[in-house]
């Protein structure tokens, strides 16, 4: 009792924050580093900027109203790279810090060739579409015509309903059609944090 919720994205995880792990991974291996806020805009922000090294740029992009669905802050994200002139979009969720800098740059070179990767959370084929992936979220990446279809379903999909459940990725990706599935390293990297339970297992990755 008493005690403040902490924003997971926020959440120490291995001595860092959550979200810390993501943007430094992904400053690796990207030119600009574009994030969406919602919920503690500005907690998640101090957290990002601690973590993106100096000489990356780093964008905001602010959801408004903060609790729209997760694939309308991915819209949000897309749209910024699109304009901005990106070739290829690397997508990411704040709540996954397991994933490798090296997956994300193999995502980012099989969309440059072929449109749009996810990884693979057991595709039956390389190329599959998404009613034959076992979830369909973030890592993914796209082509400039990927991306920008992808956004165009978002927003056919999205009626404007609030909440961050109302629309996921999964029904964009079955209508988006096939993309290629690139492997994991290993199971770390398609761990979605949510759980104390799933803290103490990416930092058990992390560990490594």
């Known amino acids: 009792m008493g005690r403040r919720p902490v924003n997971k994205l926020v959440y120490p995880v291995a001595g860092r924050p959550m979200v810390g792990w993501v943007v430094s991974r992904a400053a690796r291996v990207s030119d600009v580093v574009i994030v969406g806020l919602g919920f503690d805009a500005g907690v998640v922000w101090s957290s990002v900027l601690e973590w993106v090294p100096g000489d990356v740029p780093v964008v905001p992009v602010l959801n408004d109203p903060a609790d729209v669905p997760m694939a309308v802050t991915a819209a949000n994200v897309l749209s910024e790279g699109l304009r901005r002139g990106a070739d290829v979009l690397l997508l990411l969720a704040g709540d996954q810090p397991t994933v490798r800098s090296e997956t994300m740059e193999r995502l980012a070179e099989a969309a440059a060739r072929e449109g749009a990767a996810v990884l693979d959370r057991g595709a039956p084929v390389e190329r599959p579409s998404g009613d034959e992936l076992e979830g369909h979220g973030p890592p993914m990446a796209f082509d400039r015509e990927g991306a920008r279809r992808f956004v ?57």
């Open 152 to 208: 165009d379903l978002i927003l056919e999909e999205w009626e404007g309903e609030r909440g961050t459940n109302v629309l996921n990725l999964n029904p964009v990706m079955r209508r988006f059609g096939p993309f290629r599935a690139v492997p994991p390293v290993d199971d770390c990297e398609l761990l979605n944090v949510n759980t104390p339970d799933q803290v103490r297992e990416a930092e058990r990755c992390l560990g490594r």
